[in-house]
């Protein structure tokens, strides 16, 4: 990585702290990532970013606010960037995937609280994440009970906003998320000193579809066999989705299509055809959270496709272009958001639909439920989830695991266990 330490120093963070982190990186990244054999050429821009991932981006952020310009941090798939890009904003994804963040987490919040929410905030206590040192504002959600009650700790330490997630999908439930949205409208008006007009917001609209299409595009070369990419180099393309430049990761995205494309073509594959076709489910892997497709795929299996916010609930279903007034915007984004299956809803039979539909369409031999450690919402749907999915036929795996290695050497026992039965 390029001397970003001026950069860092002058966001007050522990550089010293953070060094640890850098050092790591690479180790990891190299080990899991850039050992794959027969990788795609375009994956080349994404391992750039990975290698910079505290530098070129976090720059290009403070750029934008040298102009004047605000960034908000998002924790959620819920958060309708579009209006943050009318507004003259950037939106970024501030998950917190790494262990490293864990401790400074566990400093405030219950041990029993998932590893997604403890690192989000060890990462900001810990001031050794650029991202979350550079964010003006977090936007929060109602999610889950984890979440909400987080959001009032970061909330001490940089300013705020909540929005109200319904947990149902009632007509009304829909109602009350469109007057939900209108009032993010206001918010981010607020903040950015920027009026959300129905010609830019349309303009985000489309740069934000093009997001989606770019990797329904990728996903959808992964239902080829053999198949060209390695579900690890799927998830990285869609865990970089979070933060990159939209414009430029759309194209970088359709340029990896386009050589995998062409892999297809002359049946060129980064596994033999007979290897099991794995599907995960459950809840997302923030970068850099690459365990459990590393397990899979070092047991000789492929990740064809990913049921979560790192996968298909991040771009399935586009904002419905046609509208452009502000107000049919607005309703068309909420309706497209709201058709998110996440567990925090209830009942949630569309996740189970979606689960059963991508099995099919993905042609998975097997699907692996992952629920991080004491998330109550995923790890309590997997029993639906399970009951559905094998009464398909289709074999079935729960793990629930956190972000240490500890437990490692066990999941592998029971992954490669499960893949030995797929075989047979
Ligand atoms: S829309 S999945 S991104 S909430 S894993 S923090 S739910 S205790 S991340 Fe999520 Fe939005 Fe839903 Fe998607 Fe809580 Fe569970 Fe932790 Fe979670």
């Known amino acids: 990585m390029a001397d970003y330490r001026k950069m860092w120093e002058d966001l007050g963070m522990d550089v010293e702290k953070h060094d640890l982190l850098c050092e790591a990186l690479p180790d990891a990244f190299g080990g899991i990532y850039l050992s794959q054999e027969n990788r795609p050429e375009g994956m080349n821009y994404f391992n750039f970013v990975v290698a910079e991932i505290h530098g070129v981006r976090p720059a290009e952020l403070l750029e934008h606010?040298?102009?004047?310009?605000?960034?908000?941090?998002?924790f959620c798939v819920y958060v309708p960037?579009?209006?943050?890009?009318a507004a003259g904003g950037i939106a970024?994804?501030?998950c917190g995937g790494s262990q490293f963040w864990v401790p400074a987490g566990e400093a405030v919040l219950p041990a029993n609280t998932c590893p997604l929410i403890k690192a989000s905030v060890g990462a900001r206590l810990d001031r050794t994440c650029p991202f979350f040192r550079i964010a003006?504002?977090?936007v929060g959600e109602t999610t889950c009970d984890g979440k909400k009650k987080a959001w009032e700790i970061l909330a001490e330490d940089v300013p705020f906003h909540v929005i109200n997630?319904?947990?149902?999908?009632?007509?009304?439930?829909?109602?009350?998320?469109?007057?939900?949205v209108k009032g993010f409208v206001s918010v981010i008006e607020g903040y950015t000193g920027n009026k959300v007009t129905g010609e830019r917001l349309h303009e985000a609209i489309v740069m934000l579809n093009n997001k989606r299409r770019a990797l329904a595009r990728l996903y959808e070369t992964r239902k080829a066999n053999p198949v060209p990419i390695s579900g690890k180099d799927a998830l990285l393309v869609t865990e970089i989705a979070f933060y990159d430049d939209p414009s430029r990761f759309t194209e970088m995205t359709n340029q990896l299509c386009r050589e995998i494309e062409d892999r297809i073509e002359k049946?060129?594959?980064v596994r033999p055809e007979d290897a099991p076709r794995i599907m995960i489910t459950g809840t997302p892997m923030a970068i850099p959270n690459w365990k459990l497709h590393h397990l899979v795929e070092s047991a000789g299996a492929v990740v064809v496709v990913e049921e979560s916010c790192t996968?298909?609930?991040y771009f399935e279903h586009l904002v419905d272009e046609g509208p452009r007034d502000l107000d049919g915007e607005i309703r068309a984004i909420a309706e497209r958001y709201l058709k998110t299956n996440c567990a925090c809803f209830t009942p949630n039979p569309g996740r189970i639909q979606d689960i059963l539909r991508l099995a099919e369409e993905f042609k998975v031999d097997g699907v692996v439920d992952y629920s991080l450690q004491f998330c109550g919402l995923y790890t309590t749907e997997s029993f639906l989830v399970r009951q559905e999915v094998e009464a398909r036929g289709i074999p079935f795996l729960h793990l629930e695991t956190d972000y240490s290695e500890l437990d490692y050497e066990q999941l592998r026992t029971r992954v490669e266990a499960f893949l030995e039965m797929l075989r047979k």
């Open 65 to 74: 606010q040298k102009k004047g310009g605000k960034v908000f941090g998002t």
């Open 81 to 85: 960037d579009e209006i943050i890009f």
């Open 92 to 94: 970024t994804g501030l």
């Open 136 to 138: 003006d504002v977090y």
């Open 165 to 180: 997630v319904p947990q149902m999908k009632r007509p009304q439930d829909l109602e009350a998320w469109i007057n939900e």
């Open 267 to 269: 049946r060129v594959g």
């Open 311 to 313: 996968g298909t609930r």
